[in-house]
């Protein structure tokens, strides 16, 4: 669908911005270019909609040598969305929406039917949106309205730039699954600019991964994660993406806790506990003393049992801790504790005192963290992790057991 | 105080017609005189904001205000020998003076324009004309408009000069009040050049409110 023949970008200044660049990317796909900043992804991008002009070489869409076309013309038949948005802020959302199709001149009726559909896709209710002002809309509203310009004039190409990188990540999150969809609804070719591996594997249907103005690997996120072409690609895709080991015995508790419990002093009143917890929003509170060594827990109940009492302080209702794990323990040996006793949570402890605690929710978020690139199947992680129990004690553990660290790991 | 006011009022109705003639002059050279800055000034700010030239901006700027701070008096004594005396030296004079603020207005409206819009813009389609007419000019009208009044705000005070080197206006009632110790002349030529300049600002100001409106109810104008 594009392709480029030897393109380079060498500046005024000297600087070779692209070298040498052999590129095609297919049609109805989603190609996304990635690399550090400077490595002139950006560049190869808007060489594209003639944003840029090649020092040399050729660009083809469509085997039509775009030198050829006027660039205005062009531009008007590819959808472009920046990072920042851009939308014209003296027109309201309908007319920021119709910019290329008024552009090109289309009739008014058509023009505004396909304002009411793009905002329904991206699902912003027409008649709520339609004659609003850019400024009155979230960001993440913003972005919607700059990516549906884009398709305004059903273009085949679109081009983002870095679309979502200044976004809150929860819009990010949100508009990276809408992009997905539009892209499999309408079957566009999208070339999208990211320096975000985890975006990129996310959405990509090839990744180009580029440094220095030159493509250094081409391929689906797979092919990538799996056969990285050297060690710039490996450093690049990160550490986490890469580990083999996912259900790793020797990863150890320090890995996966949360290093900042909610904790209270044994001082404390009831009322000031229920005021803490409510901030925080935890059930439980953690109890240590002045030099953060464990005294025990209280729970939510505990404290509206002893409330009545005004004198009750948390000292007089707290209970120790029966199962804690020594910093430097295996994160299998918290989870079995937890699974075995139904705990919601281990706490860590280092020389008697408090250095985090072991969550289901720190667990899942660590796991989470971790690509699984070997696919395996449910299948088989179910006979690892039965594997791991095997292997990790069952009884209780106390506070100074536990110096098996060394073997495990 | 009655009896003074009452002396005043046949003091405008005995000489109305120098009154009108004076207002009719000071209307007709402070406006030739900011239409000219506007028409010279505004292009030039454009162009300016858009020229990549640094020297050439620094060195019109530094004109524009070398211009600026030439005292009003020396530039009309300045302009007799090269212009004569009379409306031509006066409105040349005031239209000097206008170029700058309303040039300065318009440079920094053109760069407030987000660099973003201007790529999103360009990225689209738009083509050189049509980001100027459309997004711009738009963009940039507040900040236009505001050199625009304060430009002739201070002209229309500044044009009870012209009167020095023969252009008539408000000012020639304030310098023959002098002349003959007439009080009621001086304070008729201050009063009607205050009214003058707050009329001005005031339907400029209805006019930029009116074009604001326009351009954001209706659809932007066809193509170019």
Request: charged letters at 20%; a negative charge.
């Amino acid at each position: 669908m594009i392709r480029f023949e030897n393109v380079r970008k060498t500046y005024d200044d000297g600087f070779e911005a692209l070298k040498t660049i052999n590129l095609e990317i297919k049609e109805g796909e989603l190609t996304v270019l990635i690399g550090p900043s400077g490595c002139g992804k950006s560049t190869l991008m808007k060489h594209i909609n003639r944003l840029n002009n090649p020092t040399s070489g050729k660009i083809y869409i469509r085997d039509k040598d775009i030198s050829s076309i006027d660039p205005v013309e062009l531009r008007r038949s590819i959808g472009y969305v920046i990072q920042n948005v851009g939308l014209f802020p003296h027109m309201n959302i309908a007319k920021n929406v119709a910019v290329v199709p008024r552009l090109l001149k289309w009739d008014k009726e058509v023009t505004a039917g396909k304002v009411d559909e793009l905002l329904s896709m991206v699902n912003l209710d027409p008649d709520v949106y339609r004659n609003r002002y850019p400024a009155e809309l979230s960001g993440g509203q913003q972005q919607r309205i700059g990516v549906i310009r884009a398709l305004a004039a059903d273009p085949d190409v679109i081009l983002l730039d870095e679309p979502f990188s200044a976004l809150d990540p929860i819009s990010r999150e949100q508009l990276q699954d809408e992009l997905i969809r539009l892209q499999q609804e309408l079957k566009k070719t999208i070339v999208f600019v990211t320096h975000d591996m985890d975006e990129a594997i996310k959405i990509a249907d090839t990744i180009v991964l580029m440094k220095d103005g030159q493509v250094v690997q081409t391929g689906s996120p797979e092919h990538i994660l799996r056969h990285p072409a050297n060690e710039f690609v490996t450093s690049f895709i990160g550490k986490k993406h890469l580990t083999t080991d996912t259900l790793d015995p020797g990863l150890i508790v320090d890995d996966v806790m949360s290093v900042n419990p909610v904790t209270a002093s044994p001082e404390r009143g009831m009322a000031a506990a229920i005021q803490f917890m409510e901030r925080h929003r935890v059930d439980s509170l953690i109890i240590v003393g002045k030099k953060r060594e464990l005294l025990g827990y209280v729970s939510i109940f505990n404290v509206l049992k002893g409330y009545r009492h005004e004198d009750t302080r948390l000292a007089d209702i707290m209970k120790p801790f029966v199962h804690v794990v020594e910093s430097g323990s295996s994160v299998a040996l918290a989870l079995t504790l937890m699974n075995e006793h139904g705990l919601p949570y281990v706490p860590v402890v280092r020389d008697g005192q408090l250095a985090g605690l072991v969550t289901r929710g720190s667990v899942v978020r660590h796991m989470a963290e971790i690509y699984n690139p070997d696919d395996m199947s449910l299948e088989e992680l179910a006979a690892e992790a039965e594997k791991l129990k095997e292997e990790a004690p069952l009884e209780p553990a106390e506070a100074d057991q536990d110096e098996e660290r060394g073997e495990r790991s | 105080m009655m009896e003074w006011l009452s002396d005043y009022g046949a003091f405008l109705t005995s000489r109305q017609e120098d009154i009108l003639i004076a207002l009719r002059d000071h209307i007709y050279i402070s406006a030739i005189s900011i239409i000219l800055g506007a028409i010279v000034a505004i292009p030039v700010g454009i162009w300016l904001a858009g020229s990549r030239i640094g020297w050439l901006n620094s060195t019109v700027f530094t004109v524009a205000n070398v211009l600026q701070t030439i005292p009003s008096l020396a530039l009309l004594a300045i302009l007799i020998p090269l212009l004569g005396i009379g409306r031509t030296p006066a409105v040349f004079a005031l239209f000097l003076y206008s170029i700058m603020p309303i040039m300065r207005n318009t440079y920094s409206g053109f760069k407030a324009v987000d660099p973003n819009v201007m790529e999103a813009a360009r990225g689209m389609g738009y083509s050189r004309l049509q980001r100027l007419l459309r997004i711009q000019l738009p963009l940039s009208f507040p900040y236009i408009m505001s050199g625009l009044r304060v430009t002739t705000v201070y002209i229309i005070s500044w044009a009870t000069l012209a009167t020095l080197i023969g252009a008539g206006g408000l000012g020639q009632l304030i310098f023959s009040g002098l002349g003959v110790n007439k009080k009621e002349l001086i304070v008729t030529g201050a009063i009607l050049a205050v009214i003058l300049a707050l009329a001005a600002d005031f339907l400029l100001g209805l006019a930029e409110r009116w074009v604001t409106a326009k351009t954001r109810s209706t659809p932007a104008s066809g193509t170019v």
